[in-house]
């Protein structure tokens, strides 16, 4: 299946991955409509600054609101599904938010996929479901370790589109990042935590745990992942891992972003950014031969190269940051 010429919804298009979806998209001559979550100053998140603003139809609806999203998929072909609350941390204050959008809203794509006969339902997944690693690399078949709220719903997203392909033929496929960095991210992220808080001067960074691992991917090469997943057939009703099959532990990564930016800092742990024991997730180190086995898809950025590009963007747009803030 080629994506040149046809129909694709992308939900959460207004955020950070979703909109570098929605971008390349274009690029690749697809009919883009954009489902961003309705706000009364009719705000399209980070596509009001996109240079394909005009070449993107903008549809406001909510993920929790089943009429609104079989609304905006009439007539659609493709569905990309990004849309989820995904800070873990909030997770902690409001799972049942998690419950109602990731959930739920997952649902509500299915099930509108399923009345309106699309062709194909790219579901996002993400690293969080596998939990501590208990081997690695980490494969498709890892058992699942639900240790936030968060990973717990999309967990129960995954699974509920998989069986919507398995009990109605719904061609769903799912794919699974890992951890995704580059520019427009938020600040409760690591990557522009740790890039906010040296350019706003700090001598001392404040972070949470510094032991645990991460398999770091650029926002490109996610992009591209999702676009060769949804292409080829054989990946329909399967998940895939998306990665590059390295890892660095968190306190590496801010002596690597620092190093980078040709400053000198001391990085400090704090307590509230810690979370608790049993939910924090150690190692996370992706297996990504089942991608390269069904597609050509390979990482075309290295980590420092990546960064550099991610520190360049944060610096130019540092006005819109809180780096005193722990955003949660």
């Known amino acids: 299946m080629k994506l040149e010429g046809r129909k694709v919804l992308v939900t959460g298009a207004g955020g950070f991955i979703g909109s570098h979806l929605a971008e390349k998209l274009v690029e690749k001559g697809a009919k883009v409509k954009a489902f961003v979550k309705y706000n009364s100053q009719n705000s399209w998140g980070w596509l009001e ?10 549809y406001s609806g909510d993920i929790r609101d089943y009429d609104s999203v079989k609304d905006s998929m009439k007539g659609i072909e493709i ?44 579901h996002t997944s993400t690293s969080e479901v596998y939990g501590t690693a208990k081997y690695i690399p980490i ?35 799912i794919a699974r990042p890992f951890n995704t960095y580059g520019p427009r991210q938020s600040a409760r992220a690591v990557i522009p935590t740790i890039i906010t808080q040296v350019l706003s001067g700090k001598r001392q960074i404040n972070l949470g745990n510094l032991k645990p691992t991460r398999d770091m991917n650029f926002v490109k090469d996610t992009v591209n992942g999702f676009i060769k997943i ?18 660095i532990s968190i306190g590496d990564l801010a ?26 997730v150690e190692r996370l180190l992706c297996d990504n031969s089942k991608i390269k086995k069904y597609t050509d898809w390979e990482p075309q950025y290295s980590l420092e ?13 540092l ?3 809180k780096p005193e803030v722990y955003n949660v």
């Open 255 to 280: 002596k690597l972003i620092s190093k980078l930016m040709g400053k000198d800092v001391e990085i400090l742990q704090e307590v509230q950014r810690l979370r608790p024991e049993k939910s924090e």
């Open 305 to 317: 190269d990546g960064l550099i590009e991610t520190i360049r963007w944060i610096e130019a747009n």
């Open 139 to 173: 494969d498709e078949l890892h058992p699942f370790q639900p240790q936030s709220p968060y990973s717990a719903t999309k967990i129960g997203a995954d699974n509920i589109a998989l069986s919507f392909y398995n009990a109605f033929n719904l061609p769903v496929t």
């Open 79 to 122: 569905v990309f599904h990004l849309a989820a609350l995904i800070g873990i941390p909030y997770s902690y204050v409001s799972p049942l938010a998690y419950v109602k959008t990731n959930i739920e809203g997952t649902y509500n794509v299915l099930q509108a996929a399923r009345e309106l006969n699309v062709e194909r339902v790219v």
């Open 319 to 321: 006005n819109i940051y």
């Open 49 to 58: 600054t996109s240079i394909y603003k005009n070449e993107i139809e903008i």
């Open 230 to 247: 949804a292409e080829c057939d054989e990946l329909v009703g399967e998940v895939t891992n998306i990665g590059s099959g390295k890892e």
